[in-house]
């Protein structure tokens, strides 16, 4: 299947852990996204990468890094996760990030921090 | 700055009923307007998209026309399903970034 997979699905975890979030594109997209949906549904963009170089970099805690080894990956790694990280993150890509360009999502990766 | 409003939800219809989910914008520029839908435990998927003023974007029975006028992208539907139960969110995307900016999602129920 072409598709956006995100790994794990569920991730329940204690404050001040360190925890990984991989995804993956088989579209031969260009650039991917981390968005991160609260508790209220409300989805805002953390990162994208655009064949592997960072281009936004919104208002993010340092906590939280993005890596890209190749353009058909963006993983997010968190340190020291606190009670507030606890959301649904998504992870998205699109051909090159132009204005025309659908975003297609992967399925969500909900994070509980306890 | 760029922003997107719309209406809260929930919005609960009876099946067959018509669907309007209120959407306004903000933006310099340009934008591209975009609806979204979220299915129960699943990702977005692009519903329906205008580029341009006057633009009808139409998919599954769903519109919404880029009114530049009234800054405005009201989405429609003339006879809703329990199937189309889901959040809807409409976003927007400036020309001169890559971001999608989101509204806060309308959630729809319908029931038979």
């Known amino acids: 299947d072409t598709a956006v997979s995100q790994t794990p699905k569920y991730l329940v975890t204690q404050m001040g852990n360190d925890k990984s979030i991989k995804c993956e594109q088989n579209?031969?997209?260009?650039?991917m996204y981390w968005y991160k949906q609260d508790s209220k549904k409300f989805l805002k963009i953390m990162f994208s990468?655009?064949?592997?170089?960072?281009?936004i970099n919104e208002t993010v805690p340092n906590r939280f890094s993005p890596k890209s080894p190749d353009k058909a990956h963006l993983n997010l790694h968190i340190n020291s996760l606190e009670l507030g990280d606890s959301a649904v993150y998504f992870c998205?890509?699109?051909?090159?990030?132009?204005?025309?360009?659908?975003?297609?999502f992967g399925p969500g990766t909900r994070l509980t921090v306890l | 700055g760029n922003s997107v409003t719309q209406m809260e939800g929930p919005v609960t219809l009876s099946e067959e009923a018509f669907l309007t989910i209120n959407c306004t914008y903000t933006?310099?520029?340009?934008?591209?307007l975009f609806w979204y839908v979220q299915y129960p435990g699943e990702g977005l998927q692009l519903l329906l998209k205008?580029?341009?003023?006057?633009d009808k974007g139409s998919n599954k029975g769903f519109e919404a026309t880029y009114r530049k006028e009234t800054t405005s992208f009201h989405l429609e539907k003339g006879s809703v399903q329990v199937s189309d139960s889901a959040v809807y969110f409409c976003?927007?995307?400036?020309?001169?970034?890559?971001?999608?900016?989101f509204g806060t999602g309308t959630r729809l129920q319908v029931f038979p």
């Open positions: 998205a890509s699109s051909q090159d990030g132009t204005r025309n360009n659908e975003q297609f």
């Open positions: 579209l031969g997209h260009d650039t």
């Open positions: 990468y655009n064949n592997k170089e960072l281009i």
């Open positions: 933006a310099t520029g340009y934008p591209s």
């Open positions: 205008a580029t341009k003023a006057d």
């Open positions: 976003a927007l995307k400036n020309p001169n970034t890559d971001k999608l900016i």
